[in-house]
């Protein structure tokens, strides 16, 4: 852990000097607009903003933090739950600068730097009618959803996004570069796959692509009263459908446009669907949704898959109240079903319950071969309670602290890591199971002092 910062004021000048980027300080015009992050309860107020525009900048960045030994936060886009990409009177180490992208078309991989949103990706590589697994809001960060493991629309079929990292270049907190995969610093590859944010600074990703060009894919709603009749259907159905076809539950509250006015507020569970098949295919299996239950509206058609990817993006921008909890989920019993359906009168308009596949070929991957370790997993749970007003913060925080309450018991254990808030060092154990000594003792040789701690800090075995 780093010790109390010492006296830098003198040391700032030759800093922001040997800086390509900015260096912000408190007080400039744009500092408050850096600081600020995608989760409005987190109002952190760092020492200094380091933007930084090449390698050069974040090695300079790495190691004026560790001289100094400042509280240093890693930032990419800010999506982080916990607020984990800035911290209080410290640094905070800006990537959104570093926005460059290359699509090798022919070998079907794209080099991406860490500033860039997977919007950013997704336009590059759609030119190519090529993707890569992501999440499924596109303003989010590369950076912080890969370091976490990263599962979305493509799971099923093509694995979670660590799955399709083929190589990383990496600062470490001696401030060397480093290239690591499946041949170079393997020990090192391992660990980022899943890892978080506590082995260095991740200054290019490279992804595997995969054909994807067009999709089926939108929204089936069935009104909130169905959901112990479709969650029983979906856990039965999910296991046995093609890996071509992708559908996450949700229980949520229709907002407004563009659904139609006499839906507006009503309370619905239901699926978005990502199908890579034919629309005649796609249309057979969501037919089976349409039988176990009339849907209260439907809106599925083929769409590109960057459209796909930001649907939400409106729906769920910057600025806004959150505060979520999640679980990995093997099996959903009935007595879990009773606990979501308890729950399921969701407190504010935005608040919801996602439940995540992460089978397929996500599962095909040995627990072991990466630092993810919960490979039998079915699902990845997030319970998010959202809302624009900061009055409705404890609404939101307590409706998603007692859900998950109720239906922990009946989970895998442990979390996806993005979807974690700071829950302290026994759910980060939970999450990485038998991994985790594995994962201290690559800590220990990477960065033995635990500079990179504003994380879901792995601390280094002594």
Request: net charge negative.
């Amino acid at each position: 852990m780093a010790t109390a910062p010492t006296d830098v004021d003198a040391e700032i000048e030759l800093f922001e000097g040997a800086l390509r980027g900015n260096l912000l300080h408190a007080g400039d015009p744009e500092f408050d607009d850096a600081r600020a992050v995608y989760n409005a309860m987190i109002d952190s107020h760092p020492r200094l903003i380091a933007r930084c525009a090449n390698v050069a900048d974040v090695i300079e960045a790495v190691t004026f933090g560790c001289e100094h030994s400042l509280e240093t936060a890693i930032c990419s886009g800010g999506h982080n739950g916990a607020g984990l990409g800035t911290v209080d009177d410290g640094l905070v180490i800006d990537l959104s600068p570093m926005t460059g992208i290359r699509v090798d078309p022919e070998a079907k991989t794209v080099h991406v730097e860490p500033g860039c949103t997977w919007g950013d990706v997704d336009h590059a590589t759609h030119a190519f009618g090529l993707a890569t697994v992501s999440g499924v809001i596109s303003t989010t960060g590369v950076g912080g959803l890969t370091l976490g493991g990263g599962h979305g629309y493509l799971s099923r079929k093509h694995g979670l996004t660590i799955d399709n990292l083929v190589s990383a270049d990496v600062v470490l907190a001696n401030g060397q570069l480093v290239h690591a995969s499946a041949d170079e610093n393997p020990d090192l590859f391992w660990a980022l796959r899943g890892g978080g944010g506590n082995f260095g600074v991740v200054t290019s990703f490279e992804f595997q692509l995969h054909p994807v060009e067009t999709v089926v894919a939108g929204p089936l709603f069935w009104p909130i009263d169905e959901l112990e009749t479709t969650m029983r259907w979906y856990r039965e159905w999910l296991p046995e459908a093609p890996e071509d076809v992708y559908a996450f539950y949700a229980i949520h509250e229709i907002p407004g446009d563009p659904f139609p006015e006499d839906i507006h507020g009503e309370k619905v569970c239901g699926l978005l669907w990502c199908c890579l098949g034919s629309e005649a295919e796609a249309d057979d299996v969501i037919q089976s949704a349409r039988d176990v239950a009339d849907p209260l509206f439907e809106h599925v058609e083929p769409m590109p898959y960057p459209a796909l990817q930001s649907l939400f993006d409106d729906l769920y921008p910057s600025d806004e109240q959150w505060y979520w909890k999640g679980d990995f989920v093997r099996e959903l019993s009935d007595e879990a079903i009773a606990e979501h359906e308890r729950f399921a009168e969701v407190p504010t308009a935005k608040s919801t319950m996602h439940l995540y596949p992460i089978d397929g070929a996500a599962q095909r991957v040995d627990a072991d071969e990466t630092a993810w370790a919960h490979r039998d997993a079915t699902w990845s749970m997030v319970i998010a309670g959202v809302d624009p007003d900061p009055a409705n913060e404890d609404l939101i925080t307590s409706w998603a602290e007692d859900y998950w309450e109720a239906v922990h018991p009946h989970t895998a254990g442990g979390s996806y890591v993005n979807f974690m808030m700071e829950e302290g060092e026994d759910r980060i154990r939970a999450t990485y199971a038998d991994n985790y000594e594995r994962l201290r003792k690559i800590k220990a040789k990477y960065d033995p002092d635990n500079f990179f701690h504003v994380n879901q800090n792995i601390e280094p075995e002594p």
